[in-house]
């Protein structure tokens, strides 16, 4: 069963519109970690941020924010004023013991 | 370097020819991560590696692929027999984990771009 679930296969906006990337996940475990990773053209995955499963706080870094529901297992990622370089694609990701989980990606195109 | 090395970044290969993939881990990681991405796809887990303890091996799509691991340190996925549905980019990556819990940042390589043709 697919436990990290981007519903959001592609997304478009205008530059300078705020975009939410939805991350739905599954587990029974209580402790594990949240990831976001940005994937741009170039190809390399590059960290966004990590959440453990006992901090809801949510996080804001820059244009970026995070919101964290456990009641929801949701673990949402919000880009304020959207630039072009936000273009790529964006994935989730679960870690529980010892392996990670990975959703299938949100591809995000920001239109000049 | 600092970082995940993978080699070779690029590789043309025939139908039916073997390929080897070579992946240096960040000095240090136990944990050791393949995942391969068709274009335009997901990341599709493989195998994962952690310290001297048996692979995961659930991702392995057929017995053309395997991969080996020397301690902690170089993993080598191979495919053999290659088939063009084997064209993607493989990507490698390691993380500083326990054997009971990770929570750590697992960090990428650059990919290796396969191409069958």
């Known amino acids: 069963a697919q436990k990290v679930t981007q519903a959001q296969t592609e997304i478009s906006v205008v530059e300078k519109e705020d975009v939410t990337l939805d991350c739905v996940y599954e587990?029974?475990?209580?402790?594990?970690?949240l990831f976001w990773y940005k994937q741009p053209p170039s190809g390399e995955l590059v960290f966004l941020i990590r959440?453990?499963?006992?901090?809801?706080q949510n996080e804001i870094s820059g244009r970026y924010s995070w919101n964290f529901q456990k009641s929801t297992s949701s673990f949402n990622f919000t880009i304020t004023a959207s630039q072009v370089v936000d273009s790529a694609v964006y994935f989730c990701?679960?870690?529980?013991?010892?392996?990670?989980?990975f959703g299938t990606g949100t591809s995000l195109t920001v239109i000049p | 370097g600092a970082g995940v090395s993978q080699s070779p970044s690029n590789k043309v290969t025939e139908k039916g020819k073997d390929v080897e993939l070579r992946c240096d881990p960040i000095s240090g990681h136990t944990a050791l991560y393949w995942y391969r991405q068709r274009l335009g796809q997901g990341l599709e887990f493989l195998i994962y590696f952690q310290g001297n303890s048996a692979p995961d091996k659930s991702g392995l799509p057929s017995d053309r692929f395997s991969a080996e691991r020397t301690g902690e340190s170089v993993s080598t996925l191979t495919i053999q027999r290659t088939q063009q549905e084997d064209s993607a980019v493989y990507l490698c990556a390691s993380s500083f984990t326990a054997v009971t819990f990770s929570g750590n940042t697992i960090y990428f390589g650059e990919g290796s771009w396969l191409t069958v043709v």
């Open positions: 990701a679960l870690d529980l013991i010892n392996q990670f989980y």
């Open positions: 587990t029974r475990d209580t402790t594990y970690y």
């Open positions: 959440r453990n499963s006992f901090d809801e």
